[in-house]
């Protein structure tokens, strides 16, 4: 076995089949389509790359690829990460991947490794741990019940933990509790949820991402979004907003808060094997340009920190869920996710308690010093 990185079409094209090789969904991997994990690589596309190193690599035994992973790094960064993990269930497959990872991030300057994450915080997260045969979920991985222990045994520990929760819808109990309460509030007319914009799309997606980077900045792991990755986040969401939606809090005019809403494609593209042709292009419009799906995720919900503790911020909170709610069950769906959510957000996990919204997934983050895995 040897590990090699991607340099040629024809290895581009393994790293982007590999997880379909390996059983796709039924083996406990997602398979997202080619089409988007082409580009996610394709820095003319995604404007994440303009400021982070990426390398690819993958696992060959016996001339076939039996691994795969991605390593990136941010300049200046003490901390590289990992993702796009797919492997066969071999020890010495993931040991020598994370080697070839981990080798590679040093010479960059990073002295720890951590991961699953594809390739930021910002987008797929973690290892599953808990959760496993629930339906797949868009921008969720899934990966084997095998993987965090050989993550562990090959040197890595548990950092952090994410969490997702899900609303059946059937059986919610916020719209019934808030509307009441806002009635009561004495300064109800100062908040307002509106959808974005789609005539001013360039400068309300630039507003998004400014209340995204102010309402995450404390989290643990937080990487700001840059205005060249916002603008490939922005291309990627603006088809699907047709069956979701981007909802924004202002309180006396002032934009404090952001819930977006997003159909759940993964409906559309489990079996499809990443591929779109003959017939998975009809089953993704549906989904993704008419939301016509049983499902959907709220993957961003979240109010600028100076109002955080003040009765405004609970209160828009509220609101951003009400209206989501109504919309998600405007369309037919039967469940909603809001993921993914750290394992300590005491305040968010009440939230989802009050809903109810039970944790239905738990996905972990793994780290060590670089050779220490």
């Not at 915080?121 to 991985?141: T, W």
């Not at 040197?155 to 609303?167: F, I, N, Q, R, S």
């Not at 957000?345 to 670089?370: C, D, F, H, K, S």
């Amino acid at each position: 076995m040897e590990v090699r990185p991607v340099a040629t079409r024809a290895e581009a094209a393994a790293f982007l089949r590999l997880p379909a090789r390996l059983g796709g969904e039924a083996a406990g991997w997602s398979v997202p389509l080619l089409l988007d994990t082409r580009r996610f690589f394709d820095p003319g596309f995604n404007g994440l790359l303009r400021d982070h190193a990426v390398a690819r690599f993958l696992a060959w035994r016996d001339g076939r690829p039996a691994g795969r992973i991605a390593a990136g790094w941010h300049h200046g960064d003490l901390v590289g990460n990992f993702g796009f993990l797919a492997l066969e269930p071999d020890p010495a497959v993931l040991e020598a991947l994370l080697r070839a990872a981990g080798a590679w991030l040093g010479a960059h300057g990073a002295a720890r490794l951590r991961g699953p994450l594809s390739l930021t915080i910002n987008h797929e997260v973690g290892a599953l741990v808990e959760g496993f045969g629930r339906p797949g979920m868009v921008r969720m991985p899934r990966t084997p019940p095998w993987l965090p222990g050989m993550l562990e045994a090959a040197g890595l520990a548990p950092e952090k933990d994410v969490l997702a929760c899900t609303l059946t819808l059937a059986k919610e109990r916020h719209r019934a509790r808030f509307g009441p309460l806002l009635a009561r509030w004495p300064e109800a007319a100062g908040l307002r949820v509106r959808p974005l914009d789609s005539a001013r799309f360039e400068a309300e997606i630039r507003l998004v991402t400014a209340l995204y980077n102010d309402a995450w900045a404390a989290n643990w792991g937080a990487v700001p979004v840059g205005e060249a990755e916002a603008a490939t986040i922005a291309r990627l969401m603006r088809p699907l907003l047709r069956g979701g939606a981007i909802l924004i809090a202002e309180w006396q005019g002032e934009p404090i808060g952001v819930l977006s809403l997003l159909p759940n494609l993964e409906e559309a593209t489990e079996g499809l094997h990443g591929r779109l042709l003959p017939l998975g292009w009809w089953r993704v419009a549906r989904v993704a340009l008419l939301g016509r799906s049983r499902s959907g995720r709220v993957p961003m919900l979240g109010i600028s920190r100076r109002w955080r503790g003040h009765p405004v911020s609970a209160m828009a909170v509220g609101a951003l869920l009400n209206r989501a709610i109504t919309l998600a069950i405007g369309r037919g769906w039967e469940s909603l996710e809001i993921s993914w959510i750290l394992e300590d957000n005491a305040a968010m996990l009440q939230t989802m308690a009050r809903l109810p919204a039970p944790v239905t997934g738990r996905w972990r983050i793994y780290g060590a010093p670089i050779g220490g895995a």
